[in-house]
């Protein structure tokens, strides 16, 4: 592909070579981990004054799963690739990018994306952490789409991992019963058709606060020492949660209709909904919202899994097609909402 010469581009310079584009990109494969833990709503009673029904009706969690204090989102996330890799049928040294969506490995940087390349036996991808919370797998499935379209990558792996149970207070009423632990995954590469749809994404920064991590609030979760010698809390999810409620209810809701618009479809048209696993209320007020049919199946991996954040887009859909519940090469929306506020939605084809 060639371009015109900007004005100030000199007569004798060469004109960049750059890919062919562009060309279809599909999800070829899907894996999901969850580790062996499971932790009931009564033991959750045991931390906080609450009760298994309480939790039931007002968030639709029965059970989530939590990883052994030695098992790293690096663990997990090498988990959940293989079983996408072998899905999509390639090696891993096929793997030209790898994007991790995480808000949970403990250190800014360096990032957890090259550590997996290395677990996996890639041969040196470009590997890059994404921070976009419970958006973020959405997020990276847009660019991987990107990516292989524009023929900056042939396959990219896009893991959502999370281990929430390392940045949550046990003894906050507001959050302890939510968030679980695990992994999803997605190779995305070429395709002979269109297999990911236009993202409809975006923030709202107004809401930067209402999820956000803050020193412990009972403080019982120990001491992290800094470098200078003092002590600072161990940092913890808070939410305001029904804030967060209304504003995935009222707000953001629309964007499941501009992301079926976009693709050129109908509700009707879906062969399943797989939006983040936040609170089956919130997906039931979505359902409502887009009047999608009851014969189209809804992902709601959050009874047994809880919120897993950037792993609850692909957990749920490994979910859905182990168990049959949606068809292989089927149209499913997902749509990715959380801290930020961010959110990020899109039809896919289901490999
Ligand atoms: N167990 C029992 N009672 C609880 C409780 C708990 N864990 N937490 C709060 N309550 C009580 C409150 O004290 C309050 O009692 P009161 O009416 O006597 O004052 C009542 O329940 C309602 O509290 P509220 O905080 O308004 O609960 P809620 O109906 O908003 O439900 C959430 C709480 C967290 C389930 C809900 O706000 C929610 O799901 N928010 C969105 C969460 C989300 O999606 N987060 C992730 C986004 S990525």
């Known amino acids: 592909m060639t371009t015109q010469s900007s004005p100030e581009t000199r007569a004798d310079q060469p004109v960049l070579t750059v890919p062919e584009g562009p060309r279809h990109a ?35 969690i029965k059970e989530r799963r939590f990883a052994r204090e ?56 470009a590997a890059f952490d994404i921070s976009a919370a419970c958006a973020g797998y959405c997020y990276g499935i847009s660019l991987a789409n990107d990516m292989v379209r524009a023929g900056s990558a042939e396959y990219v792996l896009v893991v ?11 003894h906050d009423r507001g959050t302890a019963f939510i968030f679980g632990d695990g992994a999803g995954a997605a190779v995305v590469g070429p395709s002979d058709f269109p297999g990911i749809g236009p ?18 609030w009972t403080g019982l979760r120990g001491d992290m020492t800094d470098p200078a010698g003092g002590a600072v809390e161990w940092p913890n999810f808070a939410m305001q949660g029904q804030s967060v409620f209304r504003w995935a209810v009222y707000s ?51 009874a047994e899994t809880g919120n897993t954040s950037a792993a609850s887009v692909p957990l749920a859909t490994a979910r859905m097609l182990n168990e049959g519940e949606a068809p292989h090469g089927g149209l499913a929306l997902q749509f990715g909402f959380g801290a930020g506020l961010v959110y990020a939605a899109q039809v896919v084809v289901l490999p």
């Open 252 to 302: 953001i809701a629309p964007i499941v209709d501009k992301a079926l618009a976009a693709a050129g479809l109908t509700a009707a048209q879906l062969d399943a909904f797989i939006p983040h696993q936040a609170n089956m209320r919130i997906t039931d007020a979505m359902i409502k919202h887009i009047g999608l049919p009851e014969n189209v199946p809804v992902a709601r991996d959050i």
């Open 199 to 216: 993202t409809i994404w975006g923030s709202d920064g107004d809401n930067w606060d209402k999820i956000m991590q803050k020193e412990s």
């Open 70 to 125: 030695d098992e790293t989102v690096i663990d997990m996330a090498e988990a959940a690739a293989r079983d996408a890799i072998a899905m999509a049928g390639i090696t891993p040294d096929q793997i030209s990018v790898i994007l991790m969506a995480t808000v949970t490995h403990p250190y800014q940087t360096p990032a957890a994306a090259p550590l997996l390349a290395i677990r996996l036996g890639t041969n040196g991808p």
């Open 26 to 60: 599909r999800i070829h494969g899907v894996g999901g981990y969850r580790p062996e833990r499971v932790v009931t709503n009564e033991e959750v009673c045991t931390w906080i004054d609450s009760s298994d029904e309480w939790i039931t009706q007002r968030s639709g």
């Open 160 to 170: 959502g991992v999370e281990k929430l149970s390392d940045f949550t207070d046990k």
